[in-house]
Each structure stands twice: as C-alpha cells, then as structure tokens.
C-alpha cells in the first residue's frame, strides 16, 4: 500500500494524540521534490541513536518530553518548544515521556 501525503492546501492535524498516542504510528504527512514533514511517535524510553538528515531540519515539540543530543549539547524540548539543525548536523534523539514531534526536512534536489 503507498503511503498516503498530503495534497496541496490540504489541512492536515497536528494536535496532540493524547490518549491515542500508544497506538499511533510515525507517518510522513507530506512530500515534495524539496520538502518532508514526519509525525515522529515515540513512547517513552524510545531512543534514536546518532545519524545526520541531508538537509536542513526542523523538530517541533507536539507533546511529551524528549532529549535532543546536537551540537556537543543535550536539551530538553517540550511541547511547544522547536529547534532548527543545519544539513548534516549529528543528533540523536530520547524520549523522557511518550512524545510526539514534528520533522520538517528540506530536502535538495539531485543535479
């Protein structure tokens, strides 16, 4: 089955799962040529070990609580809290609470 993006001036939900949040899968929400955005969901002990995306990203905070190791530094990013990596910028990710965040990544286009 193809994964399912959404079209153009489609609204798309990003509340909070809440309760939902232990049956609710990762799912990218859209993709172009130049653009990625993921629902990232995950419980609570949940650990993404160190890797580099090729472009530019974002990661928003939905709900929950979550470590993000970047940059020789380890924060706390909680809901409604985001930050912003260079392309190819070293992070891992844990997360402290199950937690649901919001990855946007620019992507380049091949030559």
Known sequence: M???????????SVAPLG???GSTKTSSLLKTESLEVLRLVMPAGKKIAEH???GEITVHCLEGLVKFTAGGKTQDLTAGQMLYLDAAELHAVEAVEDSSVLVTLLLHKKS
């Open 2 to 12: 193809a994964i399912q993006h959404a079209q153009p001036a489609e609204v798309i």
């Open 52 to 54: 580099k995306a090729p």
């Open 19 to 21: 309760s939902q949040i």
